[in-house]
């Protein structure tokens, strides 16, 4: 193994120094530290595994490794060599590649071409292609990982683990622009295989672990303990320690999520119980639609339920069903025992029910405009002031919800998006709450990229609603959030309810307990 | 003509190993499937249609659009539109008609003034490409601009009197025939085999497509996208260039006008035949079959004895329909159409 020491004050060292090694990194965003001085060494010849729950920083890092985010401080040093990554290319230059958790391929091109992109070398000569060197050089790509695919097959016409093989190929690449070994970094590879296709990925690994060092990322612990050599662990944006592969995933699990404090983060004390039988607010009766099948579900009034599932499980889609956002072919939905339509969101906007959608900054509020009229956006909001805006009744009820809420803005003018991300998805909950009828919520990751702080005022606003009846459907950001906001909680998985689990206060299901239904 | 069925395999015979799925779509068949049917139903209704005369009309009157339509379908390719074939058509439409032997001044450049022309209308071309991704212009905005420049050079240049061409070569463009054809036609031809290989072989044409299918990943490649995008809009002025050139010959004339109306049009064909408008898809045989199934239509509908004076309206019919057939596999619920 060549080692490359000649520049710069030599590292403390012995003699072979590690492929990748990351001191100290930060990295700020707007109101979050997504890295908070994080360290990491990856060996030669090693797959280290790198796991964290959401928002623990691990797509910072990976996106800081391969020159896709510059930090603020810290280094990162590969072979011993201390290293600034401008860009993908200057990663790649440095050994550094990595296959992205969205699938990165060109999918009206051929397989060889986007396993060449960008580096076409001998394959195009003076902007002329040379189709037949293309496909030499594609197939030596696919030869190295042993993977039988036509390089001229258009890449949209190939299965997913087909493509995988595709990005593993095409960013062995790497190897063309240095003579060391290449550092692979694969990013949630696994979330769109089928279990087969799985083991292959495996073989695959640790055959690139013959010539390559390998930083794997999974949600899936036991995946992450089965391939990899090591594991390190990231918690709000630390490094907190590494397990070793002999570890069990509980310990794994429990090193990422920390000491479960006895801090009531949850807010379980001002959760409501009532055990009197009664028709739940909300019944699911074999509901299908585009990625789920026979789906029953039921939530009562003043209970949270929350669907958890890996990515693929189709709990998102189901979700945005019931507020009529994706076309169903099948089944029923009752609400407080009226028949719901489902054509479209209209409908269930009327019967009082509210959606607040993952995606807040794109489908959950309008940037430009203000907090109070991101507020009264609905129709139902709407009736309340009247079809011509009258501005002083809009402002009390405003000013009304903005204190309720304890919502930070400097005046309900202010343009939403200059709020912080807490404040914008209260003024997005607080849309469904003006009104005065919502019945049911369906919340959809309600806390994603809310810091700590933000996510217990989310919490806290929660339960207060369901005190007063609400009944709520929520799609969590991590299982211990599922876990610690749910009274009950369903599993989906392949877009069947598979599984209902209770989640009383002060009786608690494991992670564990729901990761054996999730797969 | 090559079929559009043949733009989806490649030229490099495969290994003899199980090949995956690389038929012909639907959407890739339909526009040539479209073209018959409606040249059948045509030579059935009127027997002025099935001609041999006439399908040489077809052919000849379909050459300027077919150049048009090559420009254009690069720039469709990478997502962006192009609205600028006027006003650079109008430029080199009278730059060239003044720099030929013409009864205005005494130039006689001959071939020269009709590559002069040409690398005016390029570099007009490439002034939109620098606004979409210097400026961040976006091209629709863009490129209605330079039609505007293009306008206002081509009126400056125009100054009132209108330049009528006396060059040999120019003038036998329209109307000495080869095989039937007039050579614009296959001048028209020739750049529909050229730009078909710049798609199919070049890297800009290749990155062409890329851009529109998956513009992220190339980034993420270490391709600097910006070049060929630039690259695209010059190679699209310097067709629409040669398509002003055409209609010089054809009219003896320059005019300011020459390009009126080509924009609509060659979108019209590019879309009619498979280019999609969010890129990515389609090409520049998708939209050759386009251009000639707009003709064939036009031609038709008078040879059958529709006023001409319904064209207009039933070509924007045409377009719109095409679009939302195109469309119909990727509708979803409250999908965002701006």
């Known amino acids: ?519 | 003509m090559t079929s559009p069925a043949e733009a989806d395999t490649e030229v490099v015979p495969p290994a003899r190993r199980p090949r995956p799925r690389r038929g012909v779509s639907l959407r890739d068949a339909g526009p040539p499937i479209a073209l018959v049917v409606l040249f059948g139903v045509f030579a059935a209704l009127s027997p002025g249609f099935r001609t041999v005369s006439n399908v040489q009309n077809v052919l000849d009157a379909a050459a300027v659009l077919a150049v048009v339509a090559c420009g254009i379908s690069f720039v469709l390719m990478t997502g962006s539109i192009d609205l600028s074939a006027p006003g650079i058509m109008g430029a080199s439409a009278i730059t060239v008609a003044l720099l030929v032997a013409n009864n205005r001044n005494d130039n006689d450049l001959g071939l020269v003034g009709i590559v002069v022309a040409v690398g005016l209308a390029a570099a007009l071309g490439c002034l939109s490409g620098l606004a979409l991704v210097l400026l961040k212009v976006p091209s629709f905005m863009a490129t209605l601009g330079v039609s505007a420049v293009g306008l206002g050079v081509a009126t400056l240049l125009f100054a009132g009197v209108q330049p009528n061409v006396t060059d040999p070569l120019l003038e036998g463009w329209a109307v000495e025939r080869f095989a039937g054809l007039a050579h614009l036609t296959w001048i028209a031809l020739a750049c529909v085999l050229v730009a078909w290989a710049v798609q199919r072989y070049t890297r800009l044409g290749r990155y062409a497509f890329a851009i529109g299918g998956a513009e992220e990943v190339l980034a993420l490649s270490g391709v600097r996208v910006a070049p060929y995008k630039v690259a695209v809009f010059t190679l699209a002025g310097a067709f629409y260039g040669l398509a002003g050139v055409m209609v010089t010959s054809q009219l003896g004339a320059g005019l300011v006008q020459a390009g009126k109306g080509y924009d609509f049009a060659a979108i019209t064909a590019a879309v009619v035949g498979g280019t999609l408008l969010t890129g990515g898809r389609g090409g520049i045989l998708h939209s050759t079959v386009g251009v000639l199934l707009v003709t064939v239509l036009t031609n038709g509908l008078v040879q059958v004895g529709v006023s001409p004076y319904w064209q207009g309206g039933v070509q924007g019919l045409i377009v719109v329909a095409a679009v939302a057939a195109a469309v119909i596999p990727q509708r979803r619920r409250n999908q965002v159409t701006k």
């Not at chain 1, 769109?192 to 296709?197: F, H, M, P, T």
């Not at chain 1, 000013?399 to 309900?412: S, V």
């Not at chain 1, 309810?497 to 239904?517: F, H, M, N």
């Open chain 1, 1 to 519: 193994m060549t080692t490359n020491l000649q520049t710069e004050p030599v590292p403390p060292a012995p003699a072979a120094p590690p492929a990748l090694e990351v001191r100290g990194l930060v990295k700020h965003y707007p109101g979050v530290k997504a890295l908070d001085g994080v360290d990491l060494v990856v060996r030669q010849n090693e797959v280290l595994g790198l796991a964290g729950e959401n928002g623990a920083g691990k797509s910072t890092l990976l996106k800081a490794l391969v020159g896709l985010v510059r930090p603020d401080a810290g280094e990162i040093w590969v072979r011993g060599e201390r290293v600034r990554l401008r860009s993908v290319v200057d990663a790649a230059n440095h050994g550094i590649g990595m296959v992205f958790q969205e699938q990165s391929l060109v999918p009206n091109l051929t397989a060889a071409e986007n396993i060449v992109l960008g580096s076409e070398g001998p394959g195009v000569r003076t902007g002329i292609y040379r189709w037949s060197t293309m496909r030499r050089l594609a197939q030596e790509q696919l030869d190295k990982i042993g993977s039988h695919i036509d390089p001229l097959a258009r890449t949209d016409s190939l299965s997913f683990a087909d493509r995988q093989m595709v990005e593993i190929a095409k960013v062995l690449r790497i190897e063309e622009r240095t003579s060391h070994p290449p550092v692979i970094i694969l990013d949630e590879p696994t979330s769109v295989l089928e279990s087969q296709e799985i083991e292959t990925l495996f073989t695959q690994v640790r055959r690139l672990r013959e010539f390559a060092s390998v930083v794997f990322v999974s949600h899936r612990l036991d995946e992450v303990l089965d391939v990899c050599d090591r594991v390190a662990v990231l918690r709000g944006g630390r490094s907190v320690g590494e397990v070793s592969a002999d570890a069990e995933p509980a310990d794994l699990h429990r090193m990422m999520i920390g000491s479960t404090g006895s801090d009531d983060h949850y807010h379980e004390g001002v959760a409501v119980r009532s055990d009197e039988p009664r028709r739940p607010r909300l019944e699911v009766r074999g509901l299908c639609g585009p990625s789920f099948r026979d789906v029953d579900l039921d939530v009562h009034a003043g209970e949270i339920v929350g669907i958890v599932g890996v990515h693929g499980s189709g709990r998102e889609d189901l979700c945005r069903a019931l507020f009529g956002a994706e076309p169903t072919t099948a089944g029923e939905v009752v609400l407080d025992g009226a028949r719901l339509d489902l054509s479209g969101t209209r409908a269930a906007c009327a019967a009082g029910i509210g959606y607040v959608p993952a995606e807040r900054k794109t489908e959950g509020m309008v940037g430009p405009m203000s907090v109070a009229d991101n507020m009264t956006l609905t129709k139902q909001a709407a009736r309340c002031t009247g079809p011509i805006v009258r501005p002083g009744k809009q402002a009390t009820l405003v000013d009304t919800w903005i204190e309720r809420l304890r919502i930070r803005t400097p005046h309900r003018g202010t343009a939403i998006q200059r709020l912080s991300g807490g404040n914008q998805q209260k003024v997005v909950l607080a849309r469904w709450l003006v009104a005065g009828d919502v019945r049911l919520l369906l919340l959809d990751h309600p806390t994603r990229g809310l810091d700590i702080g933000a996510r217990s005022e989310v919490y806290r606003l929660m339960r207060e609603l369901a005190a007063t009846g609400v009944a709520t459907v929520l799609l969590a950001d991590s299982l211990e959030e599922a876990i610690g906001m749910s009274d009950r909680i369903v599993v989906m998985s392949d877009g069947r309810a598979t599984a209902q689990i209770a989640a009383p206060a002060g009786a608690k299901p494991t992670p564990l307990d729901l990761v054996k239904e999730m797969v």
